[in-house]
Each structure stands twice: as C-alpha cells, then as structure tokens.
C-alpha cells in the first residue's frame, strides 16, 4: 500500500510540475522574446466588409520562426495562399516584435457601444509563443466609430510585418 501511494504522489507531482511549466508568466510590458519564448506566431488579419464574394477579400499576413505566409480569402474560400521561407526568418520575427513594442500595440479597455451600422471591416494582431496566446487584440470599424480593444499605430506596425517582402506577394485577382 505504501509504494501504491508514493506512486500516486510521483505521478501528481509530475503533472503539477508540468501544468506550472505550460503556465509560464511573462511579466511587464515586454513583448516576448524569440530567444527566451521558443516557436513564436504573430498574425495579422484583416476582415473586409459584408460584401458579394466576388468583391470581399480578407487576408492574413503570418510569421513565424520557420516561414512568412500571406494568404487571402473570401468567405472562407482561399483565393491565393504564399509561404515563403526567408533566409533571415527569425531575425524577422524579432524585428516585428520590437515593431510591435516601438508601435505602442497594446489591448485597451474593450469598446462595446453600439455603432449603430453594419458592413464595416475589422483587424486584429494576435501573437502565440508554442501554441498559448500571448496577445490578442481586434477592432470592428464602421460609420466612421472603432469598436475593440486593440490601440497603437497598427498601420505602421502592419508596413513593418510587409517590409522587405515582394510587393507582388501581396497582390490578388
């Protein structure tokens, strides 16, 4: 009986040990670091507005540590899809996070009120480290009225994730 709950304990233990480990914190403001986080993914999407599928065009723009992926859709239906493998990729990765950081994006106090329109389009930045979100952060804009959570200059930080890429990667139809 006593093995049987040393046993027991050895195997909580682990899955503790484990559960403290995938629960990693990052403190301060920092955005993470490819040398301190391991496999990082930093999206950026745009959402068009409710328009006939022949005219709506969304698009997601995807870096990681192994390739940068430019993939547009409409309604789900992908349109075009690019992978690319960049001799400097995770040097790339770095500098979108220190973009990210220099560009001031940072969620806010989400704004819930209603605008009062619909066909709008959207965006959002999202960056996971091994698979567990570490940011997330999205805008609906309409009638001129920004609903969301997502603030810094998005725009820019956008021109950085695009620099350096062919700019007929990002043309479609």
Not at 109 to 118: I, V
Request: with cysteine; proline share 2%; aromatic share 10%.
């Amino acid at each position: 009986m006593g093995k049987g709950v040393i046993l027991i304990f050895v195997v909580l233990f682990s899955c503790q040990q484990k559960n403290i480990e995938s629960k990693k914190m990052y403190p301060g403001m920092e955005g993470p670091t490819t040398k301190h986080l391991g496999d990082i993914t930093i999206s950026y999407g745009y959402q068009d507005a409710s328009v006939p599928p022949e005219y709506h065009r969304s698009y997601t723009i995807i870096l990681t540590n192994e390739n940068y992926r430019f993939q547009v859709d409409s309604y789900g239906e992908i349109i075009k899809d690019t992978l690319i493998i960049l001799t400097n990729q995770k040097e790339r990765v770095q500098q979108a996070l220190e973009a990210f950081k220099k560009h001031k994006i940072k969620n806010i106090k989400n704004k819930s009120e209603d605008l009062g329109c619909s066909g709008g389009n959207g965006e959002f930045i999202e960056i996971t480290k091994d698979g567990q979100d570490f940011f997330h952060g999205s805008n609906y804009y309409c009638a001129g009225k920004t609903l969301g959570n997502l603030s810094g200059d998005i725009s820019s930080f956008v021109n950085e994730l695009k620099k350096g890429i062919d700019t007929e990667v990002f043309e479609w139809d």
